[in-house]
């Protein structure tokens, strides 16, 4: 209980602190929290769904909390720009786990974009009814953990019927001066037939140890839809625990795509639930990671009513000594009947060090139902290869260019055109290892 | 449609009524220990049994190790409780024989014959056209091993576990616990305390067996476990096929069955082992059936060696066990072909490890699940490429079926790969019997319940295509038997 144990001292020793910069609604669940991860504790290796990543020795070290909400001196807008050329925004900023308000362009109305803090205090019956429904405490320890520390966040709410055409797009920064430990929380509501997409941009600023966990509850009503992207570039030493939940009402849409190009630790764990009749999923994930990165894709897709349809891919290109997990499951409840799912998940190893452990899973109680899944790891084609440098093209070109050609089935997924542009532009640098950070990044050049 | 839907219920209800064909006790005289599990017991098993010293301390280690451990729980199944002090752990229905079992066909009791001859398990050598040496199991004790001496010519020797510590005890003692140890689970350390009798194989080098082994398990007594232990061991260069048969009698309670296979494979040898399983699976309710919580393991050791598993499960209230194979030799080849059918409330959680250690090693993997009724039917895998497996290849692919709307299909595969030269693939796909196969069978007159059958054993051909000729009619029989018009 040793790593726990410092998280719930701080707890009980500046709970009032805690709550003070935080708001009722999200106060109200802090003493339950408590009690479930004080009962839980971290999860072992021996629990199936961390089995790969070992989460007690990432919480052992000590990390500072800003409990006390002391403001960062740096502007980020001035700070820094994550540009998408040609894509028109509605930009936020997290900095570590604060909003940071700034005038945004203007979305259509109805349509809140704020600080979940903030939200909380203007509309509390619409952010108590929503927050912490899907990231149960007493189910898995890291949202207990984020339950009970986080005072702050994002809050997005498209109502009924209104598309949001501009992409909103948020971009976490971690800008500390010491070794600091984040806890960022993010409810999303979209009401009936809401339209929206979201971007979420990952950076680390300063060359220090960073440990987030981030929680985010997503509800899309019936007819809705909605995109999310989550881009991560950070650095070796960040530690990242994202759980992301998702319920789905009928005939709704949702496209989840993740993209780790740098990192230390990812830990990504993605439940998804098909609520209602007719909706649809689709759930891609590419990773690049190389030096000693470690990249655990956790997924669940819960098909509760009929007719629903789920489509996983999942690639991972693994140089160095990085360490690839996926796990992807696919539960079809009884009664589900007529459910479509495919689940793909394709590895790339490139040296003998890298490690991929790929797992898979159907659970099927429904017998009207069509689900396959695929895995594989292996190496790049020889004759592709031999083929490229024939033509006078060099091998570790010809590498790139295999690389790139996996990737881009994640990438061209992506529906939005400035952004699949920058992706393919961001994943080729990456490839050729110029990528340390995002080049809109004032502060690392 | 609903004279078809009629026809269809008709078969269903033909399905579940029908009985499991091997569920007759029978009436011989057996000497039963007391129940329960101790110390004493371990020595009594081993006194009765006439061990030597080194057997018993193994015996006593492994049970000492066992009340260490608790019984596993993360099986895709709800396994009813076990009272390890209710099972007594030795019966012998030979007893009144000598001690070292039947000389001859004589001496066995002829209660014992009809038992076996009415599952069609020939002892009788002059009766046994097939060509098939046979070692007979009931309870805790080998009745019987034909042809012995026919294989003793060519070095082979073929017998009872227990004969072979008498009769071999170095062979025994290199070999016995080398590829599953006592620690390895908490069935394997059972087991290990108090197996009883099963079969041992030796298959000296570079002698190719001119007959298929065989040992047909058959619990009688009541109460009782059975506790096999098969030993296996081909040598450089030999060839051996191994076949292996369950049934039980039909009893309210559950019966537990806890074995250990373990299979030695030297340089180029190779061997074929194949397991028509079909304990007794509980009545319709799901009252009673064998459970069967067996570790089976080949351990390929030289280069070239080569392992076969294929499996038809049909019989078991529960089932849970992983045939796997550990490539250790430089350009091994493992295979593991394995058709599950579940039907009414047997579960089973099934599946395979290949454990790639050596140099361009080769593994498949072949799954195909059948569910009906309110069974539970799981594929749980593994494929570990160790980082000094250079050239690795594993392909992998595991198909359900899914007959009724209250049972479930599922597949939990992992892989693991720790090499850049590795290639592993995985495949599965869970769906129904397809309307539009059924549709064209109809179309050409066919009916549907046949149309179920051929379907089925279509989707079924991979995996009993490899299985020898005589054991293959019995498993599509037994396909037909379990399934048969359950489309609902």
Redesign the interface.
């Known amino acids: 209980m040793s790593s726990e144990r410092q998280y719930l001292d701080i707890f009980t020793a500046h709970r009032e602190m805690i709550d003070r910069h935080s708001a009722g609604v999200l106060n109200a669940l802090r003493g339950k929290a408590y009690d479930d991860f004080s009962r839980m504790g971290f999860p072992t290796r021996k629990v199936?769904r961390y089995k790969y990543t070992d989460v007690s020795a990432a919480f052992a070290p000590d990390y500072g909390l800003n409990l006390n909400r002391v403001k960062f001196a740096v502007d980020p807008r001035e700070a820094f720009r994550c540009e998408v050329p040609n894509l028109g925004t509605s930009l936020h900023f997290i900095v570590n786990d604060s909003f940071y308000s700034r005038p945004a362009p203007s979305l259509p109305e109805g349509v809140v974009v704020c600080s979940l803090k903030q939200a909380a205090e203007t509309y509390p019956d619409r952010v108590a009814a929503a927050y912490g429904r899907l990231a149960r405490t007493e189910k898995d320890a890291i949202n207990a953990l984020n339950t009970m520390l986080a005072q702050d966040g994002l809050f997005v709410y498209v109502p009924k019927g209104v598309e949001v055409e501009r992409t909103i797009q948020v971009v976490n920064l971690l800008r500390s001066d010491v070794d600091l430990m984040a806890n960022r929380r993010v409810l999303a509501v979209l009401e009936e037939g809401a339209r929206a997409r979201l971007l979420f941009c990952d950076h680390a600023a300063d060359d220090r140890n960073f440990l987030v966990t981030q929680v985010v509850e997503a509800f899309v009503g019936e007819r809705a839809s909605l995109e999310l992207y989550e881009l991560e570039e950070t650095h070796a030493k960040n530690h990242r625990f994202s759980n992301l939940y998702v319920d789905q009402q009928r005939d709704s849409r949702v496209t989840l795509c993740n993209f780790t190009l740098t990192g230390g630790l990812t830990r990504n764990r993605t439940d998804l639930t098909l609520s209602g009749e007719g909706a649809a999923a689709d759930l891609y994930g590419c990773v690049i990671a190389d030096g000693e990165q470690r990249v655990d894709n956790n997924t669940l897709i819960d098909h509760r009513a009929e007719r629903c349809t789920s489509n996983q891919l999942y690639k991972y290109v693994l140089d160095d000594a990085a360490v690839g997990a996926f796990a992807g499951r696919v539960l079809v409840r009884?009664g589900a009947?007529h459910s479509r799912s495919v689940e793909r998940n394709a590895?790339l190893?490139?040296?003998?060090?890298?490690?991929?452990?790929?797992?898979?899973?159907?659970?099927?109680?429904?017998?009207?139902?069509?689900?396959?899944?695929?895995?594989?790891?292996?190496?790049m084609d020889e004759q592709a290869l031999f083929y490229m440098r024939q033509r006078g093209i060099g091998l570790d070109e010809a590498r790139m260019l295999l690389k790139m050609a996996f990737a881009d089935e994640v990438i061209s997924a992506i529906g939005l055109d400035p952004l699949r542009n920058r992706l393919h532009h961001l994943v080729e640098k990456r490839f050729r290892g110029e990528l340390g950070h995002c080049s809109g990044c004032r502060l690392c050049k | 449609m609903r004279g078809r839907a009629d026809v269809k219920n008709r078969y269903v209800r033909e399905v579940t009524q029908k009985k499991y064909e091997y569920g007759f006790t029978t009436d011989v005289q057996t000497e039963v220990i007391e129940r329960g599990l101790n110390e004493d017991v371990v020595r009594l098993i081993s006194a009765k049994k006439e061990e030597p010293e080194w057997l018993l301390e193994f015996r006593l280690a492994a049970y000492r190790y066992w009340q260490t451990q608790e019984q596993p729980t993360?099986g895709?199944l709800t396994l009813p409780e076990i009272d390890y002090q209710a099972i007594s752990y030795y019966a012998d229905p030979t007893k009144g024989n000598k001690k070292n079992g039947p000389k001859s066909l004589d001496e066995i009791d002829p209660e014992l014959m009809k038992t076996f001859d009415k599952l069609g398990i020939p002892l009788e050598e002059r009766l046994a056209l097939s060509g098939t040496a046979v070692d007979a199991v009931m309870d805790s004790v080998s009745v019987k091993t034909t042809f012995k001496e026919k294989l003793s010519e060519r070095g082979i020797i073929f017998c009872s576990i227990s004969e072979a510590v008498r009769e071999y005890p170095d062979l025994v003692k290199q070999y016995l616990g080398s590829v599953v140890p006592y620690r390895d689970n908490y069935f394997a350390a059972l087991n290990s305390a108090v197996f009883s009798d099963g079969s041992f194989v030796y298959i000296p080098k570079g002698v190719r067996c001119p007959m298929e082994l065989s040992t047909y398990f058959r619990i009688n007594a009541r109460n009782t476990g059975q506790f096999e232990r098969t030993l296996i061991v081909c040598d450089d260069g030999g060839y051996v096929s191994y076949l292996e048969g369950c049934t039980a009698p039909m009893r309210d309670e559950n019966q537990l069955h806890a074995a250990i296979v373990e299979i030695v494979v030297n340089e180029n040898a190779e061997v074929k082992y194949s397991t028509v399983q079909n304990w007794y699976p509980g009545d319709a309710e799901g009252r009673g059936g064998v459970l069967n919580l067996v570790t089976k393991r080949g351990h390929l050791r030289g280069a070239n060696s080569k392992l076969s598993w294929t499996q038809v499960e049909t019989g078991s209230a529960v089932t849970w066990k992983y045939p796997s194979c550990v490539l250790s030799g430089d350009n091994s080849q493992a295979e593991f072909y394995s058709v599950a059918v579940t039907n009414h409330h047997q579960q089973a959680d099934t599946g395979t490890k290949m454990i790639h250690l050596g140099r361009n090693t080769k593994s498949t993997i072949i799954s195909k699940g059948i569910s009906a009724g309110k069974s539970q039917n799981s594929y749980r895998g593994l494929v570990r490429v160790a980082?000094k497996a250079d050239g690795a290849r594993n392909y992998s692919s595991c198909d359900?079926l899914?007959?009724?709307?209250?049972?479930?299909?599922?597949?939990?595969?992992?892989?693991?790969?720790?090499?850049?030269?590795?290639?592993?693939?995985?495949?599965?796909?869970?769906?129904?019997i397809s309307e539009e196969q059924l549709f064209y069978c109809n179309q050409r007159g066919i009916p549907t319940e046949e149309a179920v059958g051929l379907i089925v054993n279509g989707y079924a051909k991979d995996v009993i295509n490899k299985l020898p000729m005589e054991f293959a009619v019995e498993a599509q029989k037994l396909l037909s038997v379990s399934l048969e018009g359950t489309v609902g």
């Open positions: 199936e009884e009947q590895n190893c490139g040296t003998r060090e890298a490690r991929m452990y790929a797992q898979p899973m159907l659970e099927i109680y429904a017998d009207d139902v069509q689900c396959s899944h695929g895995s594989t790891v292996g190496q | 993360w895709h980082s359900s899914l007959l009724g709307s209250e049972c479930g299909a599922h597949t939990f595969p992992y892989m693991d790969v720790c090499n850049d030269t590795a290639i592993v693939e995985h495949e599965a796909t869970t769906s129904k």
